[in-house]
């Protein structure tokens, strides 16, 4: 439905825009940096062609100055919302609509619309199109109450009984439950999906104020009392069971979901029950991030990541490999990389002695690349720390061609490699840290001054034995880390 979305003036957006792909997109970025703006920015947008309610104050100005107007700008796919259709001189046709929002006397604020080439569209038209879709924020968006004041009685005061007014509301609680049977049906049906058993139910309506609720149909004593990840996947649902266009913004979508219940609920986003609906979502969770795609994938300040300055074999291989553990570097700050679990071990526990706020993010081998362009193209602080694997040289002094192609992928992308002596063993033994563990070691076959593992010794035994009993505060690998933090700075 939405192609893209533009904003000027609009909170801490002077003038950004951000594209969208298929009808599924989700939001990484750092607390405060205007991810939930976006959020907000679309519902305004559509709260003045489907005349919802949507307050307006001076802090939804870009730097809290309303001389200038909000202007955001949809561009959507063509017959989304046919009142904004445009023909163009080409043939073809153009679908979008502006709101502008300006000051108005008395401290007020006035919202306008225009299609998106900026031509006066008729009100009447636009409100009468039934493609004009709902827009649903999750959490519900807190507003004022909207209060009309009158003479209110109640039905009973005009029945005969007391008995003609019960059967008056039996009969009326039986019709809704009539008329809601097909999408009661539908929203079970869904829920099943996810291992629910919900149903939806009608109260015993006071005339006027009637309300439907879901149920736990499998737990009567307790049907009422549904657990928050329910809730939260149940309120999803009801919003999709709507026959008209439907617009879902999620902000963090991981709240009160279960790891594996979030996977499903991505996945079914994706499937047909959710055809009429565009949903945008954002989130913290590396467990959301892998499972988009990297062109489902906006950060808040930078844009669409496939749009950034990658090219498609680098994002191909970040579709392939980038899982949970190393996607936490698309919601972390102070990316470390490295490319063994030894390195990965010792360093996590560093970091959690210290209590620093590093990411240690293992790529499982040496494929450096992919994620130190990631890194570069979304401004993360990344530092890159890899084997120099000299002892694979004939006179076990040269660096590897791999470690210099490194070495010239992270100049270019101005990140900082920290080369480890040979491996990370005989770096920690060259630097007199391995002196009680000299029983794991051996010198090299062919460079008697290089130390490797002894053939019956694993690595991870051996980093389990070190971990915690030996200081590497004064580490060179743990300085020039520091280092390249600080100067980040």
């Not at 401290?107 to 493609?131: M, P």
């Not at 309300?211 to 499998?218: A, F, P, Q, T």
């Not at 001054?449 to 694993?458: E, G, Q, R, T």
Request: glycine share 6%.
């Amino acid at each position: 439905m939405i192609k893209s979305i533009r904003f000027c003036n609009f909170r801490n957006m002077k003038d950004k825009k951000f594209i969208f792909n298929d009808k599924l997109n989700i939001i990484i970025g750092k607390n405060n940096s205007g991810k939930t703006n976006i959020l907000e920015g679309i519902k305004l947008a559509f709260s003045a062609i489907n005349n919802s309610y949507m307050k307006v104050d001076k802090s939804d100005f870009y730097k809290g100055d309303d001389n200038n107007p909000i202007e955001i700008i949809l561009e959507l796919n063509k017959d989304s919302i046919p009142s904004f259709n445009i023909p163009l001189p080409d043939g073809t046709e153009k679908c979008g609509f502006k709101v502008v929002i300006k000051k108005a006397p008395r401290d007020r604020y006035i919202k306008e619309f225009l299609d998106i080439e900026g031509n006066t569209v008729s009100r009447d038209i636009v409100y009468a199109d039934d493609k004009v879709p709902d827009v649903y924020m999750i959490p519900l968006m807190r507003i004022e109450d909207i209060v009309s004041p009158g003479l209110i009685t109640g039905v009973k005061n005009l029945l005969d009984s007391e008995e003609a007014y019960e059967k008056f509301r039996y009969d009326s609680r039986e019709g809704i439950r009539k008329q809601i049977k097909e999408k009661a049906e539908k929203f079970k049906g869904l829920a099943k999906r996810f291992n629910f058993d919900l149903d939806i139910d009608s109260t015993v309506p006071e005339i006027g104020n009637e309300k439907l609720y879901v149920v736990d149909s499998e737990d009567t004593a307790y049907k009422h009392k549904i657990g928050s990840g329910y809730r939260a996947i149940a309120n999803i649902l009801l919003n999709v069971l709507s026959d008209k266009n439907t617009i879902i913004l999620l902000d963090e979508v991981e709240n009160h979901l279960h790891p594996a219940l979030l996977r499903n609920l991505i996945s079914e986003m994706k499937n047909e029950a959710f055809k009429n609906v565009f949903i945008l979502a954002t989130t913290h969770s590396p467990v959301a991030v892998n499972e988009f795609k990297i062109n489902r994938i906006i950060d808040s300040t930078k844009g669409s990541v496939s749009d950034l300055d990658i090219n498609d074999d680098i994002l191909n291989k970040l579709n392939t490999f980038l899982c949970t553990s190393r996607g936490e570097m698309l919601v972390a700050d102070n990316v470390v990389l490295v490319e063994g679990y030894s390195e990965e071990i010792l360093l996590r526990k560093y970091v959690s002695d210290n209590k620093l706020n590093w990411t240690i993010i293992n790529v499982a081998g040496i494929m450096f690349e992919p994620y130190v362009m990631l890194a570069h193209a979304l401004g993360k602080k990344c530092v890159v720390v890899s084997d120099n694997d000299r002892s694979q040289s004939s006179d076990g002094n040269e660096p590897t061609s791999r470690f210099k192609n490194l070495q010239t992928i992270c100049d270019e992308s101005g990140i900082v490699l920290v080369g480890v002596d040979n491996t990370l063993e005989t770096d920690l033994y060259n630097n007199g840290k391995l002196s009680e563990y000299t029983n794991y070691l051996k010198p090299h076959a062919n460079h008697a001054d290089i130390m490797v593992m002894k053939d019956n010794k694993s690595k991870a035994s051996f980093a389990l034995e070190v971990i915690g009993n030996i200081d590497l505060s004064d580490w060179h690998i743990i300085k020039e880390i520091t280092d390249a933090f600080k100067k980040g700075d």
